[in-house]
């Protein structure tokens, strides 16, 4: 049972755009989101988070929505640039579930120059 | 500051052998996790350990299992190798985790072929 869906496997963007990532989720005892980018052979790099308390965060070209009565998460960047060609997972947490961390499979996102 | 690091790098083993993954978490995070990705997947969790005790697994085979040292860092060791272990395995680290969530860090991971 995937508890964190990302739909779409990939995505293409022209650079200067902006890129939507979508992310959905099942068990409502998430209370914490997360957004991590993977270069290939790197791992995982922290990108940005935000509590089910609010419903946006924003860092720089980044921000992160949250729709807790739909269960669905969505993280734009703005400007899209070249760089951000990546696998970016979208991940969930439950304060009652130890802390762990249960990943999405990931959306590769290229950016076109 | 250092990062999460790992080692081996790459690791191949035969079927049936045993497999030890290393992993030192950033200086002063005390919570050590292993996760696997296998080809085609997304992260899957093993392992977390804090304070050198087993705090959670994930749903895995006891042939998975691993400690945490006095130094915070961590082993995971792979026993009875199948060759659908191979996989790149990912280790992570936050603070203590306690009433406010704490993101985790990963390091470069290791490459681990079971042939």
């Known amino acids: 049972d995937q508890q964190v869906k990302q739909n779409s496997p990939s995505l293409s963007v022209q650079e200067g755009r902006i890129s939507i990532l979508n992310c959905d989720y099942t068990?409502?005892?998430?209370?914490?989101f997360l957004w991590y980018k993977k270069y290939p052979a790197e791992g995982p790099t922290f990108l940005i988070s935000?509590?089910?308390?609010?419903d946006k965060n924003e860092d720089g070209r980044f921000t992160v929505f949250l729709n807790k009565s739909a269960k669905h998460l969505s993280l734009h960047i703005v400007p899209s640039q070249p760089g951000d060609s990546a696998v970016y997972f979208c991940?969930?947490?439950?304060?009652?579930?130890?802390?762990?961390?249960?990943f999405g499979s990931g959306t590769q996102l290229t950016v076109l120059p | 500051e250092a990062g999460v690091t790992q080692s081996p790098t790459h690791l191949i083993k035969t079927r049936g052998q045993q497999a030890t993954l290393r992993c030192s978490p950033i200086?002063?995070?005390?919570?050590v996790y292993w996760y696997q990705q296998a080809l085609g997947l997304g992260l899957q969790f093993l392992l977390w350990?804090?304070?050198?005790?087993?705090?959670n697994r994930g749903n895995f085979p006891p042939r998975f299992s691993g400690r945490q040292f006095p130094n915070y860092s961590s082993e995971l060791n792979v026993n009875a190798l199948e060759l659908e272990d191979s996989a790149l395995y990912l280790c992570?680290?936050?603070?203590?985790?306690?009433?406010?969530?704490?993101?985790?860090?990963f390091g470069p991971g290791t490459r681990l072929t079971v042939t």
């Open positions: 992570a680290s936050s603070l203590a985790p306690g009433g406010t969530p704490y993101e985790q860090y």
């Open positions: 068990n409502s005892m998430f209370d914490y």
């Open positions: 350990y804090d304070e050198g005790e087993e705090r």
């Open positions: 991940a969930a947490s439950a304060f009652r579930a130890a802390r762990q961390l249960t």
């Open positions: 200086s002063g995070h005390t919570s």
């Open positions: 935000i509590s089910s308390i609010k």
